[in-house]
């Protein structure tokens, strides 16, 4: 168990819908990154936080984005989805800002998209 | 042109054999990371290192970074070392820093 969290585990929606993915970094970890797995792509790094800020984008679409709240939590929104999000989207935590840190990651969400 | 680029895609091997797995990353990283994803998806870390060797258990990684190459050895496979191993790299851009950068990731099978 790495200590971080996220809900739901799985989750199937239609196209045009919205989501909310939720992820709670272990205790004391200032950062969290959100990555997405797909066949195709394989895993690809989307946005990270570091204390409530943004920290550094990678591959996150438009329609994408992402928070963390004081709590430390970050939320995922998913919005005017496509049959080619379906995908597992996991968020890791870190205790620093450096993406070069150790990272910890969650059980992931499965999003399927139909 | 992915920037981290893993050796082999596939590897099927008999129960104690001692089996590498490569990795080549073609930018400067901070710290290269060796991931091991089972089929149920979860992701675990199994190393991150940035110079050296480092050891725990069966599992051995290195790292080059004159030659940007690492490897994972596992020594005494098991089947239940069966899974998927991902390198990836810890990158910085710019003033900022980025998340992993990953390889495809090495299918590992061992028969018993």
């Known amino acids: 168990d790495s200590g971080v969290t996220q809900t739901p585990k799985h989750l199937i929606t239609a196209t045009g819908q919205r989501v909310t993915l939720r992820c709670s970094p272990r205790?004391?970890?200032?950062?969290v990154y959100w990555y997405q797995q797909s066949l195709d792509q394989g895993l690809q790094f989307l946005i990270q936080?570091?204390?409530?800020?943004?920290?550094a984008k990678g591959n996150i679409l438009e329609r994408f984005s992402a928070q963390q709240f004081p709590d430390l939590h970050s939320e995922l929104n998913l919005s005017s989805l496509e049959l080619g999000d379906s995908a597992l989207y996991f968020c890791?935590?870190?205790?620093?800002?450096?993406?070069?840190?150790?990272?910890?990651f969650g059980p992931g969400t499965r999003l399927t998209v139909t | 042109k992915n920037e981290v680029e893993q050796s082999p895609q596939n590897l099927t091997a008999q129960e104690g054999e001692f089996i590498t797995i490569n990795c080549s990353y073609s930018?400067?990283?901070?710290?290269l990371h060796w991931l091991q994803q089972h089929p149920g998806g979860g992701i675990v870390s199994l190393f991150m290192?940035?110079?050296g060797k480092k050891k725990h258990g069966r599992l051995i990684a290195t790292i080059n970074i004159q030659e940007k190459h690492s490897s994972l050895h596992i020594t005494a496979s098991h089947p239940r070392d069966s899974a998927v191993y991902i390198c990836?790299?810890?990158?910085?851009?710019?003033?900022?820093?980025?998340?992993?950068?990953f390889g495809k990731g090495t299918h590992l099978i061992i028969q018993p």
């Open positions: 890791a935590s870190s205790v620093g800002p450096s993406g070069g840190g150790e990272q910890y």
């Open positions: 205790s004391g970890d200032l950062s």
């Open positions: 936080y570091y204390n409530g800020e943004e920290r």
């Open positions: 930018v400067g990283i901070s710290a």
């Open positions: 290192l940035s110079s």
């Open positions: 990836a790299g810890g990158m910085y851009s710019g003033g900022g820093a980025d998340g992993l950068t």
